[in-house]
C-alpha cells in the first residue's frame, strides 16, 4: 500500500512540474508586443557605378540613391563595430546575399567580409562606426527596406533580416522567405 502511495505521489508530482514547465516555457517563448529595438536609416558610403557593374557582366539598372533604403539596429551596428575592432580591420563588415532556394523559393546569405567587392552598396551605420553592410546590386532590389538585426538567444547569436518588405511569408528558421507578388 505505501508503494502504491509514494508512487502516486511521484506521478503526481511530475506531471504538475511538466505542466509548470510548459506553460512558462511558452510565456517566454512568446515575446512581448512592446519591444522597441532602436535603429536608423543607414548611409551609402559607396554604390557600384554602371561600368563596374557591366565589368561583372551584370545587366541590372542602378537604383537611385533616394529609393534606397535600408534600416540597421544599433545591436546590430554595435555587433559590427565590436568585429571590426577585434579583426584590426576598418572595412570588415558583414555581406548580405540573396540567392535562389530554400523552402520558399528566396534565402539569405550572409557571411563576414573584408572589404566591399565593385558590384556591392555599401551601407553604414549613421551613428555607430565601423557599422559595414555590403550587399550586391542584384540583391537589394529584393532587400530594399529592410531591417537588419542581431539576435541573441539561448540557442545562438546571428544576424538576420528582421522585416523586408519584398516578402510575404517564410519559414520558421528565418532564412527562406517568398517574395510578394
Known amino acids: 500500500m505505501r508503494s502504491w502511495i509514494a508512487s502516486n505521489q511521484i506521478a503526481r508530482l511530475r506531471t504538475d512540474s511538466a505542466r509548470s514547465f510548459v506553460s512558462s516555457s511558452i510565456a517566454r517563448a512568446t515575446p512581448p508586443a512592446s519591444i522597441h529595438v532602436p535603429k536608423s536609416t543607414a548611409s551609402i558610403s559607396s554604390a557600384p557605378t554602371t561600368g563596374e557593374l557591366e565589368a561583372q557582366d551584370i545587366d541590372l539598372d542602378v537604383i537611385p540613391e533616394e529609393d534606397i533604403k535600408l534600416e540597421v539596429t544599433n545591436r546590430a551596428a554595435e555587433q559590427l563595430k565590436s568585429i571590426a575592432t577585434r579583426e584590426n580591420c576598418p572595412s570588415a563588415g558583414l555581406r548580405i546575399a540573396v540567392e535562389s532556394?530554400?523552402?520558399?523559393?528566396?534565402?539569405?546569405?550572409?557571411?563576414?567580409?573584408?572589404?566591399?567587392?565593385?558590384?556591392?552598396?555599401?551601407?553604414?551605420?549613421?551613428?555607430?562606426?565601423?557599422?559595414?553592410?555590403?550587399?550586391?546590386?542584384?540583391s537589394l532590389g529584393l532587400l530594399n527596406g529592410s531591417t537588419i538585426d542581431f539576435a541573441t538567444e539561448l540557442i545562438g547569436s546571428s544576424f538576420r533580416i528582421a522585416a523586408n518588405p519584398q516578402a510575404k511569408g517564410g519559414c520558421g528558421c528565418g532564412i527562406s522567405w517568398e517574395m510578394k507578388d
Open 101 to 138: 532556394g530554400g523552402c520558399h523559393g528566396y534565402q539569405y546569405t550572409m557571411q563576414l567580409a573584408s572589404e566591399r567587392n565593385a558590384e556591392d552598396y555599401h551601407f553604414i551605420h549613421p551613428a555607430i562606426i565601423p557599422s559595414n553592410i555590403y550587399i550586391d546590386a542584384v
